[in-house]
C-alpha cells in the first residue's frame, strides 16, 4: 500500500493543472494533499518517533545549536541522494544550517530497513510543513 502511494507521490508533480476526472486523476489529486490525519498514520511516524524524535523533536524543529531543525531544511527537501546517505551514515563535524552552526554528531541508522528509511524520509519530507516527494525503497537499496 505503501508502495502505491510513493509512486502516485512521484508522479504527481504536473497534475495540478489539468482537468478531467479520470480515475488515475483522482487517484493522484487524493494522495497529493496530505492532511494532518494522513501523517498521523504514515508508517514513517512510528520510525521517526521512534528513532529521530529524541533529537530532532517531535515537531522537526530540532533544539537551536545542537539538533539541526528538518523544517525547511534544504537537505531534508534536497536531492535523495545526499539525505539517504546522513541517515545511513550519519554525519558529524561543523555545518551551518539556517544560520546557526552545528558541531554534534548524528548516529548512523544503517540499522533500520530500506522500507523503514524510506518510510521514515518520505514522512519527514511530507510533514512539519515539508512538500517535497517520496523516497523510494529501491532509492534506499541503492544506496546502502
Ligand atoms: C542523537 C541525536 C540524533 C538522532 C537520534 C538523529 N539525529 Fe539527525 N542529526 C543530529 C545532529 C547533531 C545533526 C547535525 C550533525 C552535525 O553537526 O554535523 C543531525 C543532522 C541530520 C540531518 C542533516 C541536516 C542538514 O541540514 O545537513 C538530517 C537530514 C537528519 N539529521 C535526519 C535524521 C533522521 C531522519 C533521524 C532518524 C532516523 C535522525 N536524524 C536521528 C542528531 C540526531
Same mark, same amino acid.
Given at each position: 500500500?505503501? #508502495? ?7 508522479? %504527481?508533480?504536473? $497534475? ?10 483522482? /487517484? ?8 494532518? $490525519? ?13 528513532? %529521530?524524535?529524541? %533529537? ?17 531544511? /534544504?537537505?531534508?527537501? #534536497? ?6 546517505? &546522513? ?17 554534534? &554528531? ?10 523503514? &528509511? /524510506? ?6 519530507? $511530507? ?7 517520496? &523516497? ?9
Amino acid at each position: 500500500m505503501s #508502495g502505491l502511494l510513493a509512486i502516485t507521490l512521484i508522479s %504527481c508533480g504536473s $497534475q495540478t493543472q489539468q482537468g478531467g476526472d479520470s480515475p488515475e486523476t483522482q /487517484a493522484m489529486s487524493g494522495s497529493a494533499t496530505m492532511t494532518v $490525519q494522513d501523517a498521523q498514520d504514515h508508517p514513517g511516524k512510528k520510525v521517526y518517533d521512534n528513532y %529521530c524524535k529524541a %533529537c530532532h523533536m517531535s515537531d522537526g524543529k530540532g533544539i537551536k545549536g545542537m539538533h539541526p531543525p528538518l523544517v525547511n531544511n /534544504a537537505t531534508v527537501n #534536497g536531492k535523495p541522494g545526499k539525505l539517504i546517505d &546522513i541517515t545511513l551514515n550519519g554525519m558529524m563535524g561543523k555545518v551551518t544550517i539556517d544560520g546557526v552552526e552545528y558541531n554534534g &554528531i548524528m548516529p548512523p541508522h544503517n540499522h533500520l530497513t530500506d522500507k523503514q &528509511i /524510506a518510510d521514515v524520509l518520505t514522512y519527514v519530507r $511530507q510533514n512539519f510543513g515539508n512538500r517535497s516527494r517520496a &523516497i523510494t525503497v529501491d532509492q534506499v537499496r541503492k544506496l546502502r
